[in-house]
């Protein structure tokens, strides 16, 4: 079974939708015991990093992510699903920075670009490091935001993509996948990279 995290952001049904192409079950699901026993989590996010967080504490997603990785079970991030598993973000929220759930330490940062927010098609490099990007390394993803990781991420594989600046498009051990683009948006390449993480399971 795959589990979608409800915690009050992310594009939950087109998620769902894409997910459930494959041979597993897909919930919806805001339960932390249903989220940690799934053979796979999924941790949609769209919307302001601190929002997105504070949805997060709402159903103790940090502690699930945590719990997750130490029982070995897979984790998937999509765009500020990706984000949130970092330390802090420098994008403000009701005044302030907000931490992140901090299993890598690195910074979320605003993007270094002439206009953002970065909306649209955007090739990656390096995706030949991942064998859940097999079959789709020279593909176009679709991206949405205006903070990304900019440093490389310390004990992990590391996509890039560039928009006036380098940033990580993609980060991957060997039970967290996460990508800053939406693959659910990313049409057939985006698909085939869901199928690929599924088939891992």
Known sequence: ??????????????AQRAFERGNHE?????????ALKADGLVIPGVGAFGACM?????????ELIRERLAAGR??????????????QSAE???????????????QV???????????GWNSLTDA????TFSGVENEQFYFVHSYGV??????????????????????????????????????PAGLRLIENWVNSL
């Open 74 to 87: 897979k984790i998937f991030g999509i765009c500020v699903g990706m984000q949130i598993l970092f330390s």
């Open 54 to 62: 504070s949805g997060l504490l709402g159903v103790r997603g940090d």
């Open 109 to 119: 940062k605003k993007l270094v670009a002439p206009v953002l927010p970065h909306i």
């Open 150 to 187: 900019l440093d490389e991420v310390s004990n992990a594989k590391c996509i890039y993509s560039n928009y006036g600046s380098e940033f990580v498009a993609a980060v991957e051990t060997e039970l967290i996948t996460a990508t800053q683009f939406h693959p659910e948006k990313s049409g």
């Open 92 to 106: 403000l929220y009701e005044g302030k920075s907000v931490s992140g759930v901090g299993i890598f330490p690195q």
């Open 1 to 14: 079974m795959i589990a979608i995290l409800d915690y009050g952001s992310g594009n939950i049904r087109s």
């Open 128 to 131: 030949d490091k991942s064998e």
């Open 26 to 34: 897909v919930v919806v699901t805001s339960s932390f015991e249903q």
